[in-house]
Structure formats: C-alpha cells, structure tokens
C-alpha cells in the first residue's frame, strides 16, 4: 500500500538531447529550418518542463577530433559547471561513432584495424566526458556495427569485438555503466545487438555484468516486428532498463521518431502502464524522448514535439492510474478477453 501511494504521487523526470531540436535536413534534402544554437537550446529546457539532457560526446564537446585529450576534458568540465548553473541534469554521453570518416563501414566491428583502434579511443574519450560532466551513463548505439551485405564481416567475430568494446568501456572507469540502445536497422542493412534480448545476453558475458543494461526505444522495437512494452518488461525483468527513448513508428520503413503515442495510442499506453508497474524512474531513470518535429514546422515551432510527447505521456500515466483493477481481474479470470478489450478501448475513449 505505501508503495502504490508513493506511486501515485511520483512525477517523472523528462530528458530529451539537443538533437532533438533539428533542422529539418533529412536524406533527400537539406536543413529547412535555421539552428538553433546549442547555448539557447540549453535555456529552453527547463522552461519546456525537462529537467535531464541527453548528449552524444561531439554535442558535448564539438570538435573533439581536433583536440587533446585534455583540452576535451577542460571543455567537458566547463559545460559540467553550466549545466549545474542551469539546473540540469546530464543523463548520458554516446559515442557519435557513424559520422567520422573513419568508420565509414563500423567502428569497434570495423574490417580495419586503425578503425577499430579510432572507435575504442573515442569510447574511452565518451567515458571521460561523461565523468566530467556528472554522470555514469555512456549510450551506446551501434549504428554502424553490422553490414550492408552479410558476407562484408565476420559476424561471429564482430560479436567479440563489441564484447571487447564493452569491457573497454567498462575498464577505464569503475563507475562507468553501459546502456546498450539496440536498434535491427538503418543505416545498415542488419545491425548487430538488433534487440534489447541480444544486449542483455552481451550484458551478462561482460567483465561486470552489473554495470551493463539498456536503453529501449520505441520506434527501434517496432523496426524489429516487437512490442515494445514487452521489450521494456523484459529488460525490467533482469533489472536492466536503465533508460528510454519513447517515441511512435508507423510501421516497418525508415525511422521516423513521431511523437510518443501519436501512432498507436494503445501500444503508448501498454509502455506507460509497464512503466509505472515496475516503478520505473523511482531509481533516477528518467523519461527520454527521442522524438523529431516534421520538416514543415516553422522555426518558432520546432519544440512543440518534445512539450506534446510529454504531455502524451503524462495523460497516459492518468489512464494507467485510474484503470479499473479490481475489474481487469475479474475479466482476466473470467477469461472474458473480449470484455476486457472493450475495457482497454473504452477507457482511452474516456467512455463512460
Ligand atoms: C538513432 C538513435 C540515436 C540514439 C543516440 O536511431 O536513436 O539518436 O538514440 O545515439
Ligand atoms: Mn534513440
């Protein structure tokens, strides 16, 4: 009881990353919106209700290839010390490993061995500004990590390649923890990791299995045919769903990042709902939004995604919070599932 009452009362911290807040550039044609600058993009966030950001290294360093190590480190210090100024809190630093010309076909999977070399050096790199900065979260989604054609690398090998980049990770810092972000597609044509069920297998045959989990994304479930609420259950299971990226897919073609539960009001719900069962959040995890405005949206509009996609999420908690229980039982009991589909409907209807 004192649990379900904590519960209640519990509000969610919301992270999204400077990302987020895009151009409109997308394969077929260049930026359509102005940029923002990074410093004002900072300003907005608490005034937009979110109080985590999310950084990849170069957002948080830019430039970084061009600096020393400890040219990165005084820069990620002074960023550390804004974000304190701005009452934020940093949730996680990914590698940007699938820009650099040098992981053209992979970074720790790379045929190349300087390749490989350059991935682990900027993985350690991650691990340095993310120490800096506040936080033990490095992100690791393996863009580039699998093949364009599957006889282009050697997969069984490239498995003990990614095992080796975890454990390096995990060995330049004993606080350091690894939350692998899987996703089965784009931009290669298979990635490795396709699934949260892959990373947490990779997780358990680390050197410190209690420092590795994942991030689980909607869009990036819906790409691999899954669930996603069943994703999350299942990383939540083993303890290990340490962060988010909610968002909406509408079916298997390139990732579109829409609004949480603008796609499948439903399937929105059901993550709420294995959310807030689990507690997550109670453990400082927060709600990441990895969410992309439409290339037609005006600049002075281009952040109303991420201010809905949150609001979507707390309407939904409402729902999760006020379904009716006692009733659900009874239906599931009753094996009455078409009384309990009529249920799940009617309540996100808001019929009476
Ligand atoms: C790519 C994706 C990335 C990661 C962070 O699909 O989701 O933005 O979330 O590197
Ligand atoms: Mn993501």
Known sequence: MARLKRQRGRRYCFSFGPWNISEGADPFGPPARKPIPFAKKLKMYKKMGFDGIQFHDDDAVPDLDALSTQAVGKRAAQLGKILDDEGLVPEFVAPRLWENPKTIDGGFTANSASARRYALDRARLTVDIA???????????????GTYLREAKNAREAHDRLLHAINTILGHHPEIRVLIEPKPNEPMDHAYLPTIGHAIAMAYRSDDPTRVGGLIETAHAVLAGLDPSDEMAFALHHGKLWSVHLNDQNGLKYDQDRNFAAVDLRRAFNQVRVLEEAGYGQDGEMIGLDVKTFRTQKLTDSTAHL?????????????????????EAQLIADCNYEGLERMVIEHLLGAR
């Open 131 to 145: 120490v800096e900065l506040g936080t033990r979260n490095v992100v690791l989604w393996l863009a580039r990590e």
């Open 307 to 327: 201010v809905n996609s949150k609001r979507f999420f707390e309407l939904l908690v409402e729902k999760v919070r006020t379904f009716n229980r006692k009733k």
